[in-house]
Every structure is written in structure tokens, then in C-alpha cells.
């Protein structure tokens, strides 16, 4: 049974941090790529950031240079690094898992607010 686990959302101030993590399980977390994706109230799910087996990095354009998506193989574990911190980054936060076969698998998400 295929698991995707996220944790470390919460509420942090407008330029603060928030490390999430996505704990894998039921797949062969190495050669799947690995993806953080956000739904905002009202708004249609969007791509924060993936990553590939190989370690190819994709952000959005409205995170590049603020979020980084990481991978731990050994700990069937990818993170997302979230720094400088905005209102508009408020949202549900979901973790993807790609397989090279066509899998697609989702997480429950968690919910990161940002507000003073």
C-alpha cells in the first residue's frame, strides 16, 4: 500500500520559514520523481517544485529563489525548504510521487498559513 505522509506545515509570519517533509512508503521511492504542489482556498492546485531520480529541480516561478525541494533516498523522504515566506504562499501543501511507469500518487496534504 502506497503511503505519502507530509508534515511540518503550521502558521509563520510573513518572511519566516517552514521545512516540510513527505515520508514515502509502498513505492521505490529512488526512481519515482518527487513533487510539492499547493491549492490555495478557491484557487485550482498548482506545481511548487519537483525533482527527478536524477536530481533535476523544476520551481515555480513564483518560488524560484525563495523554496528548495530536496531528496533523501536512504530515507524515503523528499522536503521542501520554504524561506522568505508570503501571504500568497498560504495553502494546502501536497507531496506527488511520480513513477516511471505512470503512477501518480498523492499525499493528504498539510496546511501551511502565513500571517502576522
Known amino acids: 500500500q502506497v503511503q505519502l505522509v507530509e508534515s511540518g506545515g503550521g502558521l509563520v509570519q510573513p518572511g519566516g520559514s517552514l521545512r516540510l517533509s513527505c515520508a514515502a512508503s509502498g513505492i521505490i521511492f529512488s526512481i519515482n520523481a518527487m513533487g510539492w504542489y499547493r491549492q490555495a482556498p478557491g484557487k485550482e492546485r498548482e506545481l511548487v517544485a519537483t525533482?527527478?531520480?536524477?536530481?533535476?529541480?523544476n520551481y515555480a516561478d513564483s518560488v524560484k529563489g525563495r523554496f528548495t525541494i530536496s531528496r533523501d533516498n536512504a530515507k524515503n523522504t523528499a522536503y521542501l525548504q520554504m524561506n522568505s515566506l508570503k501571504p500568497e504562499d498560504t495553502a494546502v501543501y501536497y507531496c506527488?510521487?511520480?513513477?516511471?511507469?505512470?503512477?501518480?500518487?498523492w499525499g493528504k496534504g498539510t496546511l501551511v498559513t502565513v500571517s502576522s
Open positions: 525533482i527527478t531520480s536524477g536530481v533535476i529541480t
Open positions: 506527488n510521487s511520480h513513477s516511471p511507469f505512470g503512477s501518480d500518487y
